[in-house]
C-alpha cells in the first residue's frame, strides 16, 4: 500500500489533525480526532483492498465489536437485525467480526467519516436502547415462547370471539386442558386495548382460562392503564425479565 499517496490524499480533502501509525506491515493505524462518547479515538485502519488499483480497506480489525461486548451483546434475532441495518445503511460490511469498506482513493476522506459515524453507532448504547424499545420487546417475546415454552403448545395471534375478530390474543398456550391466554404489553395504547379484550373475553363466557400479561415496563404505563389491566388479568409480569423467570413454574401452577 502506498502511504504517501494516502496521505496526499487526505491532504488534499482538508483532513486536518489526520495521522497514521503503521502497526503491522502494510497496516496502518489512523490517528484522527473523531471520538466515542467517552472520549476514546475510533479504531480505524487502512490496509490494501483485494479490489486492486485506486481502491482502499477501511476497517476496524475487530475492535468496534469487542468494545460493543463490554456492555452489550447482540444476540436475539431482532439485535442482529438492527445492527444488521446500520451496516447497511452505512454502506459497510462484516467479515467475521471486523467491520470494513473498500473505497476508491479519491474518495477516501469522506468514506473514513461515513465509516466511523458507522463505529459511533454501533457502539451507541443509547442508539441500541432506541431501537429495541422501538422494535425487540415483542421479537423478544416471540423469541421466548417460542423456544422455551413449545410445551404449552404457543399459538400466535388466536381470535377466540368469532364473532368480534378484532379481539386478538397474541399467544394461545394450552397444559393439561387449561387454556391460557397471553399479551404483550408495550405502552399505554396496547394496555387499554388489552384491558378491552379481556372484558370482552370475559363476557363471551368462553371457557375457563388464564390471562397472563407481560410487560415491556410496567412503571411507564399511566394510573389508569395500571388499574384496567390490575382489574382484569390474572398475573402480570412487570418486566420480561420477570416474565423469563417465572412463566414456567406459574403455567405449571395454574394448571396443576
Request: aromatic share 12%.
Amino acid at each position: 500500500m502506498d502511504i504517501a499517496s494516502i496521505i496526499v490524499s487526505l491532504e488534499q480533502s482538508r483532513a486536518k489533525g489526520f495521522d497514521y501509525y503503521e502497526r503491522h506491515s502494510g497496516k496502518y493505524q489512523l490517528i484522527i480526532p473523531i471520538l466515542h462518547e467517552d472520549g476514546d479515538m475510533v479504531d480505524i485502519y487502512l490496509q490494501d483492498s483485494p479490489m486492486g488499483d485506486g481502491y482502499i480497506r477501511i476497517c476496524d480489525f475487530g475492535m468496534t465489536l469487542m468494545r460493543l461486548s463490554y456492555t452489550y451483546d447482540v444476540n436475539t434475532d431482532a439485535r442482529q437485525r438492527i445492527f444488521d441495518s446500520i451496516l447497511i445503511n452505512n454502506g459497510v460490511n462484516n467479515d467475521a467480526g471486523n467491520l470494513y469498506m473498500d473505497t476508491l482513493m479519491s474518495m477516501l476522506y469522506e468514506s473514513i467519516l461515513q465509516f466511523a459515524g458507522c463505529v459511533q453507532k454501533v457502539c451507541n448504547v443509547r442508539y441500541w436502547s432506541r431501537e429495541i424499545i422501538r422494535s425487540a420487546f415483542y421479537d423478544d417475546l416471540e423469541e421466548y415462547v417460542t423456544t422455551e415454552l413449545t410445551r404449552f403448545s404457543p399459538i400466535a395471534d388466536q381470535t377466540p370471539i368469532q364473532e368480534i375478530p378484532i379481539i386478538s390474543v397474541d399467544w394461545s398456550l394450552k397444559y393439561n386442558n387449561r387454556n391460557f391466554y397471553l399479551f404483550g404489553v408495550r405502552g399505554n395504547d396496547k394496555a387499554k386495548n388489552v384491558a378491552i379484550a379481556l372484558l370482552e373475553i370475559q363476557k363471551a363466557q368462553l371457557p375457563s382460562f388464564i390471562s397472563l400479561v407481560v410487560h415491556e415496563d410496567m412503571e411507564e404505563l399511566g394510573r389508569r392503564e395500571r388499574l384496567y389491566l390490575t382489574s382484569n388479568a390474572d398475573r402480570q409480569y412487570p418486566t420480561m425479565n420477570e416474565f423469563r423467570d417465572k412463566a414456567t413454574l406459574d403455567i405449571l401452577r395454574y394448571a396443576a
